[in-house]
Nanobody, 124 residues
Framework: VQLVESGGGSVQAGGSLGLSCVASGFDDRPYCMGWFRQAPGNKREGVAA????????FYANSVKGRFTISRDNAKNMLYLQMNNLRPEDTAMYYCAARGDNLCGSWDQQSKYIRWGRGTQVTVS
C-alpha cells in the first residue's frame, strides 16, 4: 500500500498550485482521505479531508474558500487545488488515507493508517 504525492513547487503569493496523490496497493478504494501539512518548527496539521464518495468535505479554517479537495476513485487519485496562496501556506504537504469512511475527527492524525512522503509547497 503506497501513497505518492506530486505537484508541489514554488509560487508567489496569490498564485495557485494543484497537488495530486496516487494510491496504489489498496484492496478496495481508500476510504476517508485527507491532506496534512507541516511547516518547519510546527506540528503537522490537517488541511482538508473528504469521504469515500466525496460528498462530505472538511477544511481547516485557515484554508476554507481557498483550497478544494477532491478525488477520483476510478483512478485512485486525491487532489488538492490551492488558490490565493499565502506565505503561511508554505509547508510539506502529505496525503493520508484512513480505514473508515466517515471522516469523524477528520484532522486526528492517529486515525490515518497510510501516509505519503510529502511534497513541498513554498509561497513567497
Amino acid at each position: 500500500v503506497q501513497l505518492v504525492e506530486s505537484g508541489g513547487g514554488s509560487v508567489q503569493a496569490g498564485g495557485s498550485l494543484g497537488l495530486s496523490c496516487v494510491a496504489s496497493g489498496f484492496d478496495d478504494r481508500p476510504y476517508c482521505m485527507g491532506w496534512f501539512r507541516q511547516a518547519p518548527g510546527n506540528k503537522r496539521e490537517g488541511v482538508a479531508a473528504l469521504s469515500r464518495t466525496g460528498v462530505n468535505t472538511f477544511y481547516a479554517n485557515s484554508v476554507k474558500g481557498r483550497f478544494t479537495i477532491s478525488r477520483d476513485n476510478a483512478k485512485n487519485m486525491l487532489y488538492l487545488q490551492m488558490n490565493n496562496l499565502r506565505p503561511e501556506d508554505t509547508a510539506m504537504y502529505y496525503c493520508a488515507a484512513r480505514g473508515d469512511n466517515l471522516c469523524g475527527s477528520w484532522d486526528q492524525q492517529s486515525k490515518y493508517i497510510r501516509w505519503g512522503r510529502g511534497t513541498q509547497v513554498t509561497v513567497s
